[in-house]
């Protein structure tokens, strides 16, 4: 399986297992838990199989209320078929960063949990990355999860490229790519953002005028086209070469031509 992009810790604390609890009992807090999808609870409650729920899992805070952790869709599931009572795995004495740490502990090892999901839980549970990274975000007025003018929809490349070269990096993609094209959603494609990440990282030091980066890239053309240029030269380098590492190479491979051009030799960097 897939490692975690986060490690999680929880301190010690009481656990009760294999306890009935009210349903109507139970609350949701939207900060320590992903979107519910009300889709999905319909699916689960049209073929439920009561012995075949498990526990779901649920903090008890010290004020008494529940908050499900874990199951929330079959908790509401069991609310849709009527059913009072679901079995649960209960948790004393936690926060709400706590409960959100529990989360992704509960879903370190799942593909259910979104990207998007982990990201926004993770921020809640005061994961050192996510925080690092809505931090620069914030500093330039985007948001994370869809692609618009205000919001970048590439998560995962934004996750990576903090992980892998640190937030200073991002923050420096993000004023590069804002220089040449402007705040368009196309500006904020991921594979823009890795491949000129990647130059940045590598010849960051030597390149002392972001500014005349943004004007040479734009002069190439607008972000549609490096987008395309840079799935076509991926492509025609074969199948094994068409993934999303091997375009964003090639992106950085065009942040470089762009860089050089009419550059003497001495200048260039490789």
Same mark, same amino acid.
């Given at each position: 399986?897939?490692?975690?992009?986060?490690?999680?810790?929880?301190?010690?604390?009481?656990?009760?297992?294999?306890?009935?609890?009210?349903?109507?009992? %139970?609350?949701?807090?939207? +900060? #320590?838990?992903?979107? =519910?999808?009300?889709? $999905?609870?319909?699916?689960?409650?049209?073929? &439920?199989?009561?012995?075949?729920?498990?526990?779901?899992?649920?903090?008890?805070?010290?004020?008494?209320?529940?908050?499900?952790?874990?199951?929330?869709?079959?908790?509401?599931?069991?609310?849709?078929?009527?059913?009072?009572?679901?079995?649960?795995?209960?948790?004393?004495? %936690?926060?709400?960063?706590? +409960? #959100?740490?529990?989360? =992704?502990?509960?879903? $370190?090892?799942?593909?259910?949990?979104?990207? &998007?999901?982990?990201?926004?839980?993770?921020?809640?549970?005061?994961?050192?990355?996510?925080?690092?990274?809505?931090?620069?975000?914030?500093?330039?007025?985007?948001?994370?999860?869809?692609?618009?003018?205000?919001?970048?929809?590439?998560?995962?490349?934004?996750?990576?490229?903090?992980?892998?070269?640190?937030?200073?990096?991002?923050?420096?993609?993000?004023?590069?790519?804002?220089?040449?094209?402007?705040?368009?959603?196309?500006?904020?494609?991921?594979?823009?953002?890795?491949?000129?990440?990647?130059?940045?990282?590598?010849?960051?030091?030597?390149?002392?005028?972001?500014?005349?980066?943004?004007?040479?890239?734009?002069?190439?053309?607008?972000?549609?086209?490096?987008?395309?240029?840079?799935?076509?030269?991926?492509?025609?380098?074969?199948?094994?070469?068409?993934?999303?590492?091997?375009?964003?190479?090639?992106?950085?491979?065009?942040?470089?031509?762009?860089?050089?051009?009419?550059?003497?030799?001495?200048?260039?960097?490789?």
């Amino acid at each position: 399986m897939a490692k975690s992009r986060f490690e999680y810790v929880l301190p010690d604390h009481r656990v009760d297992y294999g306890v009935e609890v009210e349903i109507d009992t %139970l609350q949701i807090d939207a +900060e #320590a838990q992903r979107q =519910l999808n009300p889709k $999905r609870a319909q699916n689960i409650a049209d073929g &439920l199989i009561v012995d075949a729920l498990g526990s779901i899992v649920v903090s008890e805070r010290a004020d008494g209320t529940r908050y499900v952790v874990d199951g929330m869709h079959r908790k509401e599931a069991c609310r849709l078929r009527g059913l009072r009572t679901i079995k649960a795995e209960i948790h004393y004495g %936690l926060t709400q960063q706590q +409960e #959100a740490t529990l989360f =992704l502990i509960k879903n $370190r090892e799942s593909a259910k949990v979104s990207t &998007l999901d982990e990201y926004r839980v993770g921020l809640t549970a005061g994961d050192e990355l996510c925080v690092s990274v809505d931090r620069v975000l914030k500093a330039h007025k985007l948001g994370l999860g869809s692609s618009s003018t205000n919001s970048v929809g590439a998560v995962s490349a934004v996750l990576r490229i903090t992980k892998q070269y640190g937030w200073e990096i991002l923050d420096r993609t993000l004023n590069v790519v804002e220089a040449a094209w402007g705040r368009d959603k196309e500006s904020w494609d991921g594979v823009i953002l890795g491949g000129v990440a990647m130059f940045l990282n590598r010849h960051g030091a030597e390149i002392d005028d972001d500014d005349d980066l943004a004007k040479r890239m734009l002069r190439k053309g607008l972000a549609a086209r490096w987008r395309s240029e840079a799935l076509t030269r991926a492509s025609n380098g074969g199948y094994n070469n068409s993934g999303t590492g091997s375009r964003e190479s090639q992106c950085y491979q065009m942040v470089v031509e762009c860089w050089n051009k009419g550059r003497t030799a001495s200048k260039r960097i490789s």
